[in-house]
Each structure stands twice: as C-alpha cells, then as structure tokens.
C-alpha cells in the first residue's frame, strides 16, 4: 500500500491529519506526494519514449549498436540525451534483473481490510510474486517475494525497489533478500517517484476490481476476484507501453533483444 495514496481516497472521510497520525506519515510527505504526481507521470512516460526509440535503433543495427553508438544515433535524430541516461533506460529493459513493490490495501465492507504486496518485473511489467494476508508484518512482502522466486526460478542478481516502509526495512526482509541473491533499493525519503509503476499497478488494479464499489463484501469475493485480474493481467491484458502486449508475451519477446543488448552494451 502506498500510504499516500491512501490518505488521498479516504482524506474526505477522516480527514489528512488523523490518517497521517493513524499511518505513521508526516503530512508533508504526503503534500509532496500529491504535488509532484504530474512529474511522476512525465518522467515514466519520458522513458518509456525513450526506451521505444532505442529498440528502434537497435533493431536497425541488427542488434550491434551499444549505449555509445545507441547515444549518437539518438542525437543525429534531434533527442537531447546523454550516455549515462540511455544506459540506465537500456538496463531496465532487460527481464528479471529490475524489480519493484508495494502494499496496498483491499477493503472489505464493514470498513476492514486485507493487504496484497506485489513483486513486479520492471522491464516487462510483469507481475512475478505476489501475497495477500489479513496483516502488513514482514512476512507478507516475503512471502510475495518467494512467489516471485518460485515463478521466475530464480532472483539472482535482480534489484529489488520499494519505499522506505517498515516491511521493507525489517531484518526479516533483509534476510530473505540476502538468502535469494537480491539487492534492495529503497525511493528517497519523501518521494515515491522511484515506486511509480507499483503505484499505477495499486491504481489500475483497484479500478478495474472493484469498478466503482467502496469494497468486496467478502475476503473469498476479493480473493477470487483479484485471482480472476491477477492472472488476466499478465497473460492477457494489453498495455500500450508494451506495444499493446500482454507482460508475458512482451516479457518473451524482449527476453532476446535484451540479451543482445546487454552485449552490445
């Protein structure tokens, strides 16, 4: 769950001061949160350009351009970019080796709630791992890990980057990252700009769940229901920054361009 987010859906009701106090956040984060929502949205959009454009040449190159040649092709074209940029854009294009989470929040009718933490390929935006409970202790964001473990084979070497919340932060966490060979990487504090596909993520899938309803009446409805979504988002659901793919069949296609990326990188 990104507690932003939350104070934002539910500010109306109880009001941003109680809900920070309640949620553990100060309320200039959240002010912050709220005001830098349109830069989030022109960044991930800026790369996701970008990132279409160095496919382009790199197809063109037959898979031989990397990141300096990729840079110049770029700047003959009219884009103001640099090396450094097109090589980390070039990175997040490769599967299994990005990932991104969060907790949000699943409510219930009699205003309780049920958690679901999520482990997402940042590349093809898949969702690998993923863990619903009736608590946010540590040991759910784990057990979403694990699932993404299990899914993918293996995390090896993989990047994982969340926010700064006390699951994420605890030894457990930690303990579990170290044993699958994963690193952790954390959003500066006071800004959630790093976590944004997981928040979009949060968003789309409350959305188009509980399509306009305050909550699933029962846990076996919302369970069955994100089920239902969970897997119809990575197998069929098409997205226009995959080029209008589903993550899996995206994550495929991408699994070979990506290697002869990195190569040529």
């Not at 109880?14 to 002010?31: H, I, N, Q």
């Not at 092709?73 to 970019?81: M, P, Q, Y």
């Not at 699958?180 to 944004?196: E, H, I, K, L, R």
Request: glycine share 6%.
């Amino acid at each position: 769950m990104n507690r932003c987010q939350f104070v934002e859906d539910h500010q109306r009701r109880y009001g941003v001061k109680r809900l920070c106090r309640v949620l553990g956040l100060a309320r200039s984060t959240f002010y912050y949160w709220r005001r830098t929502a349109s830069l989030r949205a022109v960044r991930q959009a800026a790369d996701a350009r970008l990132a279409a454009l160095i496919r382009t040449v790199h197809r063109a190159s037959d898979g031989t351009h990397g990141v300096p040649r990729i840079t110049a092709e770029l700047r003959d074209g009219g884009e103001v970019v640099n090396h450094k940029r097109v090589a980390r854009v070039m990175k997040d294009t490769e599967v299994n080796t990005k990932y991104v989470g969060d907790i949000t929040y699943l409510p219930l009718s009699g205003g309780t709630f049920r958690y679901l933490a999520t482990v997402i390929d940042l590349a093809s935006r898949r969702l690998a791992g993923w863990a619903i409970a009736d608590h946010m202790r540590a040991d759910l964001v784990i057990d979403a890990l694990h699932a993404a473990q299990r899914t993918r084979g293996h995390l090896t070497g993989a990047i994982f980057h969340s926010d700064h919340r006390a699951q994420y932060r605890s030894r457990a966490f930690a303990d579990a990252c170290r044993e699958a060979g994963v690193t952790q990487s954390m959003s500066a504090v006071g800004s959630s700009a790093d976590n944004a596909l997981a928040e979009s993520f949060n968003a789309t899938c409350k959305r188009e769940t509980l399509q306009g309803r305050r909550g699933w009446d029962t846990e076996r409805e919302a369970h069955l229901e994100l089920f239902r979504w969970l897997h119809r988002y990575n197998t069929v659901r098409r997205h226009s920054r995959l080029r209008h793919r589903s993550p899996i069949a995206y994550g495929q296609a991408l699994r070979a361009t990506s290697t002869t990326l990195a190569e040529a990188a």
